[in-house]
């Protein structure tokens, strides 16, 4: 595939976007999130258990449920990105690795594994792109307790 200068400026943005939310996810540093997001963005994250609604909402959310994970880590590959002017849509590969905190002197918990990908459309806005809608989608779960529903 031949790229524009324009489009390989626009493909390493988006690319560093969906770096910036997994580090402002695993970092619980979630007023970072606003400059991933536009601000009526829709988010699905219903397929592994969580909420599903506009930016607010689920940032809400985000903030109120991870901090009872003592280890998250979002590692993103196979990013497949179609650009279309100011819009694009991207299906992006996430693997994750969690640890829920556990209790005072209880020994740590087992980590488990979730296997995703994360289906985005992507707008450019006055500030640079952002994902104005993204749904997770399961691919599987490994050693995940039954609580969790995964």
């Known amino acids: 595939m031949k790229y524009t200068l324009q489009q390989l400026s626009d493909r390493l943005e988006i690319e560093d976007l969906v770096a910036e939310y997994a580090d402002a996810i695993d970092s ?65 590969m996430c693997f994750n690795p969690m640890q829920l905190s556990a209790a005072e002197g209880q020994p740590a918990l087992p980590v488990f594994f979730v296997g995703l990908w994360y289906i985005d459309d992507y707008r450019r806005t006055g500030d640079g ?19 969790i529903g995964l």
């Open 28 to 92: 619980q540093q979630f007023d970072r999130l606003d400059q991933v997001f536009t601000e009526d963005a829709w988010i699905d994250y219903s397929a592994m258990g969580g909420a599903v609604g506009h930016y607010p909402e689920v940032k809400a959310f985000l903030q109120q449920t991870l901090p009872v994970f003592s280890a998250t880590q979002h590692m993103i590959a196979n990013y497949l990105i179609r650009l279309d002017g100011d819009r694009a849509s991207g299906r992006i």
């Open 129 to 147: 792109w952002r994902i104005c809608r993204r749904v997770e989608q399961k691919s599987y779960s490994f050693n995940a307790p039954d609580f």
